[in-house]
């Protein structure tokens, strides 16, 4: 996620995520790309009744860096999609354009955005938050 567009409010140990998060997956294999998706999460039901959607992209641009791909945390280089419908920001934003990188920290795999509870996460990042008192 580096220069990535992500429609959301502030997010902060203290405030909950309110919006929509966007994810791009890109499956590489060697230095080919088998499959690009694009993943909404939101906050709310706003997809046809659902807080998730995902779609395939078929038109892109992509340039891989040639690092070692056995080591996936070497893996970046630039990026532009076409989307099948609009992005969000305005009328006819369909074109996403920029920069990715591997970061092996943490990898968000389909059905863990699928599934992943948003009003229970922020319940749970309030929990942690503040100080404790010794009693």
């Known amino acids: 996620n580096d220069n990535s567009r992500v429609l959301m ?9 309110s919006g929509q998060m966007k994810f791009i997956t890109f499956n590489l294999k060697d230095s080919l790309v088998s499959k690009i998706q694009f993943l909404s999460k939101s906050s709310k039901v706003e997809y046809e009744e659902s807080d998730f959607k995902y779609s395939d992209i078929s038109r892109y641009q ?5 690092f070692d791909f056995a080591v996936a945390s070497q893996v970046f280089g630039t990026y532009k999609l076409v989307l099948d419908e609009e992005f969000g920001y305005f009328d006819n934003d369909t074109i996403v354009k920029g920069t990715f990188k591997c970061i092996n920290s943490r ?6 955005i699928q599934e992943w509870n948003i009003p229970e996460w922020n319940k749970k990042k309030k929990e942690k ?4 008192l010794n009693k």
């Open 107 to 112: 990898i968000q795999k389909f059905k863990e």
């Open 129 to 132: 938050w503040g100080i404790q």
């Open 9 to 17: 409010g502030r997010l902060n140990p203290v405030e909950s995520f």
């Open 62 to 66: 992509i340039s891989i860096s040639t």
